[in-house]
């Protein structure tokens, strides 16, 4: 009878673990270089309508009308939004450890995210996340967003795994520490390796 790890449920960001960010500062600066956009202009924009969006209660639509096209351009928004979408890049050694994870430990896998709705379902759709993750506590679902704990609250609910026997992994600092406030044990992501060793620590680990 295989030991059984006191970790029973895997709490997971998206961008920077699963899949590249979707729509970081990085990202606005390539589509401001490929699109001819004032860069400063919209980073400004973005950020007074960005929690607005990632909380659903703006449509991608509505986002993209007040921070890109509030002005006459020379592209479409399908071809803005085509590109946009485009730079989501899958990180397979993370979502195939995951995997192993979830198999072999029986865990529930519980992705925590900022992400608005239209962008959150197309990663979701298209990198098939949806065999691989059990619930989304994405912000466009919940109306609330990281570093609000609540969105975590909600998880653990959701969950219904006391805090004690969660592990987060999250690329973000601020986060790892709000989660770690609430009892749950954190791993600050920054890369494969580093991540499956602290796993490991925690008696989660898989054959490599």
């Not at 980073?43 to 607005?52: A, C, D, F, G, L």
Request: hydrophobic share 40%; proline share 3%.
């Amino acid at each position: 009878m295989k030991k059984t790890p006191w970790i029973a449920a895997l709490l997971l960001d998206i961008g920077g673990v699963l899949l590249t960010d979707g729509w970081g500062h990085q990202f606005r600066e390539l589509d401001a270089k490929v699109f001819k956009l004032d860069l400063a202009e919209i980073n400004e924009r973005h950020k007074m309508t960005v929690e607005t969006y990632e909380i659903g209660k703006l449509t991608l639509e509505e986002y993209l009308n007040l921070v890109v096209f509030y002005r006459e351009r020379t592209f479409s928004r399908a071809e803005f939004q085509k590109f946009m979408f485009e730079q989501s890049k899958p990180y397979p050694e993370m979502i195939e450890l995951i995997r192993k994870l979830k198999e072999k430990y029986g865990l529930k896998i519980v992705v925590v995210s900022n992400e608005g709705r239209e962008l959150n379902e197309y990663r979701i759709r298209n990198f098939k996340l949806d065999r691989l993750v059990d619930s989304f506590i994405s912000s466009c679902y919940v109306h609330v967003r990281k570093p609000d704990a609540d969105i975590f609250r909600i998880a653990m609910d959701t969950t219904q795994v006391p805090a004690q026997h969660i592990v987060y992994i999250e690329n973000n600092p601020m986060f790892v520490q709000i989660a770690e406030g609430l009892g749950i044990k954190c791993i600050l992501h920054t890369d494969y390796k580093s991540t499956c060793s602290k796993l490991a620590l925690l008696g989660l680990e898989v054959a490599e």
